[in-house]
C-alpha cells in the first residue's frame, strides 16, 4: 500500500487541509486508483495484471506528482512536522498519553501483521484466494465473482512487486488502513470540535478489542471503514464550504470503499442525504438546490465510474449483483433487545472500560441529533449540525446491522468510528474538569492502561514470538498458530497426487493451500454429490453446520458419513479427519 499519489493529492489539498488529511487521502485514493487500473486491466481478454502494469502506474502517477509539485519533496519540512508531533508526544499530558496509546496499538498491529501469514477465515477462502488466482493467471477469471475486488487486487500487486506471494507483506494492506481509519476519526473529530475531542475518538476506536482484532486478520471490514470517515470528514468540510472539489474527494472515497466492500453501498444513500439536509437548513432555496445536486452527482460519479463495473458484471455472471451473507449465518440468532443500544450487543468487542463510554455516546448523540433536527425543521439552526450529520450515517447501517445482521457484531466497525466520535466530543469538558484533580488524573491513566492492555493482549503473543523467534520460516509460525490445519495439509501433499485424486472439502480455507489439486469447497447432502471425488475432508465446523436450523443431519451423506463402508478414514488431527470414498452407492438405490 503505497501513496504514489500523495504529491498529486497534496498539490491538490494543500492550500485547505491539513497534512494528515492529505497523507490519509493520498493512502485511500492511491489503494483505490491502483484497484480500479488492475480490475479493468483483468476484465479485459488475455493476461494485463503484470508487474509492468503496476508499474506503470504507480510510478507515471508518482512522477506527474513531482512534476507539477516539485515542492513535495521537502525532507527538512517532514522533519520539522514530526519533531513537532515528537514534543506534543513527550510532554505526557492527556492527549500525549492518547496518542502514546494509539501507537502503541499501531505498533503491536503491525508487528503482528508482520509475524504471522494469512490467519483468517475469510482472508483464504475468499480474499487470499482470489489473489492466488488473479496472481497465477494474471486476469480476473470467472472464478473470482462476488466480493469486490480490492483487497485481492491489493494483495497481488504487493505480489507482483516483490516478486512472488508474500502474505506478510500483503497484510500491510490491512494494517495500514487501519492507521488510517484512527487517522480519519481523528480528522472528523477535530472538524466537528477540536485536537482533543480527535484524539479521544481515535482513543476509543483503537482501544476496543473489537478493532486490535480485526485489523490483524486481513478482513475487508477495516479497509472499508478507512474511505469511509474519510468521506465524512469531506462533507463535513463540504458542508462549511459546498465546493466541487470536496464533494468529489467524498465521491472518491466512497467509490474506494464500495470497491473494498458491497456493505459500503448502504453509506452512499447517507451521502447523498447531506446536501439534502444542507439545502433544508437553507430554507429550500434555489441556489442551494442547484448546488445540493451538483455535489450528489460528484458524489455518485465515481462510485458508477470505477465500482459500477463489478456489479454489472456480478449480474451478468451470476445474476445476483450483491453476493450476502451465507444462510447458515442469516440463521444464527442475532442480537435482539440489546442491538438497540449496540455497545451492549458487544460488550467483549468494545471492551468492558470502553463499554460505558460509547453507551453514553450513543444515547448523547442520537439526543443532540434529534435536537438538531427539530433546530433545522424550525429554520433555527444556523450552524452545521454536526450530530444530526453523524446520525445519517450511523442510522441507516445500524438498522440494517439489527434487523438483518446482528448475528456478526464485526459489522459494526463501519459504525464504530462515528460512535465514537459522539462520546469524545460529549466527554472532553467535563474530562478537562476532572483531570485538574491529581488523583483523578490518575485514575485516568490507570483506566487508559488496563483499555490499552485488554485491546492488545490477545495479539502480543506475534510481538513475543517476533522478539524471541525473529527467523521462524512461515511454516513454523503456521503450525504455531493452526497446527491440526497444517498436519491435515501436510498429509494430503505427502500422500495424495494432486494428478490424479480429487478431493471435496468442507473447509474452504484449506484449498488457499492446496491450488494444484482439483478441489470443489462444499458441505454434502448426498452420496450422489461424492461421487465423483477419491477423498472427503472433514471441517471443525462440520458438526455445528449439519446440526444447525439448515437442518442437515438428516441429509442422505450425513447419514453414511461415518459408515466405513462408505468412508474410510485414513487420517485425522484435531477431531477433523481426511476420509476415502469407498461407494456412493446407498443400499436403497442397489
Known amino acids: 500500500m503505497i501513496p504514489f499519489l500523495w504529491p498529486l493529492i497534496d498539490r491538490w489539498l494543500t492550500d485547505s487541509e491539513p497534512p494528515l488529511a492529505v497523507g490519509a487521502a493520498a493512502f485511500a485514493y492511491s489503494s483505490g486508483l491502483l484497484a480500479a487500473v488492475m480490475m479493468f486491466a483483468g476484465l479485459l481478454p488475455g493476461a494485463h495484471i503484470t508487474l509492468w502494469l503496476v508499474l506503470v502506474v504507480m510510478l507515471g502517477c508518482f512522477a506527474i506528482g513531482l512534476v507539477v ?337 446482528s448475528f456478526d457484531t464485526r459489522f459494526l466497525l463501519l459504525l464504530q468510528p462515528l460512535m465514537a466520535v459522539w462520546p469524545a466530543v460529549g466527554l472532553r469538558w467535563p474530562l478537562e474538569r476532572i483531570l485538574h484533580v491529581r488523583v483523578l488524573r490518575y485514575v485516568g491513566a490507570g483506566l487508559l492502561a488496563a483499555a490499552l492492555f485488554i485491546a492488545v493482549e490477545p495479539r502480543l503473543g506475534g510481538v513475543y514470538y517476533t522478539i524471541t523467534q525473529p527467523f521462524a520460516t512461515t511454516q513454523e509460525r503456521l503450525v504455531r498458530a493452526k497446527g491440526d490445519e497444517m498436519r491435515l495439509l501436510g498429509y494430503i501433499r505427502t500422500n495424495l497426487d494432486p494428478a490424479t485424486e480429487r478431493l471435496l472439502l468442507m473447509d474452504g480455507r484449506m484449498a488457499y493451500y492446496l491450488l494444484d489439486y482439483d478441489v470443489t469447497v462444499a458441505y454434502p447432502r448426498s452420496l450422489r454429490m461424492v461421487a465423483s471425488y477419491d477423498y472427503v475432508v472433514h471441517a471443525s465446523s462440520m458438526y455445528t453446520i449439519y446440526e444447525s436450523e439448515l437442518r442437515l443431519d438428516d441429509s442422505e451423506f450425513w447419514q453414511h458419513a461415518w459408515d466405513p463402508a462408505y468412508f474410510e478414514p485414513v487420517f485425522e488431527s484435531g477431531g477433523v479427519h481426511v476420509m476415502r470414498v469407498v461407494q456412493t452407492v446407498s443400499e436403497e438405490d442397489r
Request: proline share 7%.
Open 69 to 405: 509539485n516539485p515542492t513535495w519533496f521537502a525532507p527538512r519540512c517532514w522533519v520539522r512536522y514530526w519533531k513537532s508531533q515528537w514534543n506534543r508526544l513527550r510532554t505526557l499530558d492527556i492527549d500525549g498519553l492518547l496518542l502514546f496509546a494509539l501507537l502503541m496499538v499501531g505498533a503491536v498491529i503491525l508487528i503482528f501483521c508482520l509475524h504471522y501469514p494469512f490467519l483468517g477465515d475469510d482472508t483464504l477462502s475468499r480474499y487470499g484466494l482470489q489473489a492466488q488466482l488473479i496472481y497465477r493467471s494474471g486476469h480476473i477469471p470467472q472464478d473470482v465473482v462476488g466480493y469486490p475486488p480490492l483487497a485481492p487486487l491489493s494483495f497481488t500487486s504487493t505480489w507482483l512487486l516483490v516478486g512472488g506471494p508474500n502474505e506478510h507483506l500483503a497484510r500491510l494492506f490491512p494494517a495500514m488502513t487501519a492507521m488510517g481509519t484512527l487517522a480519519s476519526v481523528y480528522l472528523v473529530g477535530r472538524e466537528i470540535a477540536d485536537r482533543r475531542a480527535g484524539l479521544l475518538a481515535a482513543a476509543f476506536v483503537g482501544l476496543a478489542p473489537m478493532f486490535v482484532r480485526n485489523a490483524t486478520i486481513a478482513y475487508t471490514d477495516i479497509p472499508t471503514t478507512f474511505p469511509l470517515i474519510l468521506m465524512v470528514y469531506f462533507l463535513l468540510r463540504w458542508w462549511k464550504e459546498p465546493t466541487a472539489r470536496a464533494a468529489l474527494l467524498a465521491g472518491l472515497a466512497a467509490a474506494t470503499a464500495v470497491l473494498t466492500k458491497q456493505s459500503a453501498l448502504t453509506w452512499l444513500v447517507s451521502a447523498a442525504a447531506v446536501p439534502l439536509v444542507w439545502w433544508i437548513s437553507g430554507r429550500l432555496s434555489v441556489d442551494r438546490l442547484g448546488r445540493g445536486l451538483t455535489a450528489v452527482l460528484l458524489i455518485a460519479l465515481p462510485v458508477i465510474l470505477l465500482a459500477g463495473p463489478w456489479y454489472l458484471r456480478n449480474w451478468q455472471l451470476t445474476g445476483v449483483v450483491l453476493p450476502i451473507a451465507g444462510l447458515y449465518h442469516l440463521l444464527e440468532p442475532g442480537a435482539g433487545i440489546w442491538g438497540l443500544i449496540p455497545p451492549l450487543a458487544a460488550i467483549r468487542d468494545f471492551g468492558l472500560v470502553l463499554v460505558p463510554i460509547y453507551v453514553f455516546g450513543w444515547l448523547y448523540g442520537f439526543w443532540q441529533a434529534g435536537v438538531e433536527g427539530i433546530a433545522i425543521l424550525r429554520q433555527k439552526q444556523l450552524e452545521r449540525p454536526d450530530h444530526l450529520l453523524l446520525a445519517v450515517f450511523i442510522f441507516p447501517y445500524w438498522l440494517a446491522w439489527w434487523t438483518t445482521f
